[in-house]
């Protein structure tokens, strides 16, 4: 997993309970040390799953919060640190419409084409009438965190909409395939 997601969530432990709290996450985490994540590195999903999950529990948040929290932190960094996505969407839809090559952009930062290649290969999407179909496929299982950062993206762009869930890894399907209905 590209380091971004865990910078984000460094710092929304670092923001809700600061240095204390991040050591106690990750040593809960397993983490021998405290980590410096960066944006151009692969990181082991397992260590950043046991880092949600330790978040979670140390600040007593269901996934859900959790995730709504971290979409929060998300759309702002991400905005400081790559407004050209922002600038060059003028609306939630044209952004979702570009997420999977973003996605790719991202990637394209590993070294490994191997590593690149996982990253790149989680995100497809297409349309159907006025529906943007969204495919994921990731062992990590994050469609949450996915659906929070479509609801708080529509926020961004004070705009409204729907997300349906028409399979989802966590019921045994094979991908998690979402359905994004955004009014005009």
């Known amino acids: 997993m590209i380091g971004l997601i865990q910078r984000v969530l460094v710092q929304v432990i670092e923001d809700q309970g600061g240095e204390a709290a991040l050591d106690a996450i990750c040593e809960q985490a397993g983490l021998r040390e405290r980590p410096d994540f960066r944006i151009d590195q692969d990181y082991d999903d397992n260590e950043c799953l046991a880092l949600i999950q330790a978040t979670?529990?140390?600040?007593?948040?269901?996934?859900?919060?959790?995730?709504?929290?971290?979409?929060?932190?998300?759309?702002?960094?991400s905005r400081q640190q790559f407004p050209m996505f922002y600038e060059m969407s003028g609306?939630?839809?044209?952004?979702?419409?570009?997420?999977p090559r973003i996605h790719s952009t991202l990637a394209a930062s590993l070294r490994d084409e191997s590593s690149r290649a996982r990253v790149r290969d989680k995100f497809d999407a297409w349309h159907d009438g006025d529906f943007i179909h969204v495919l994921y496929r990731s062992p990590n299982r994050l469609c949450g965190l996915y659906e929070a950062l479509f609801y708080r993206l529509l926020d961004e762009f004070g705009e409204r909409g729907h997300l349906s869930v028409k399979a989802c890894q966590k019921r045994g399907d094979e991908a998690c395939e979402f359905c994004l209905d955004l009014e005009s």
């Open 56 to 77: 979670a529990d140390h600040f007593q948040l269901s996934e859900d919060d959790l995730f709504r929290l971290y979409a929060d932190y998300f759309i702002r960094i």
């Open 91 to 99: 609306s939630a839809r044209e952004f979702l419409e570009r997420q």
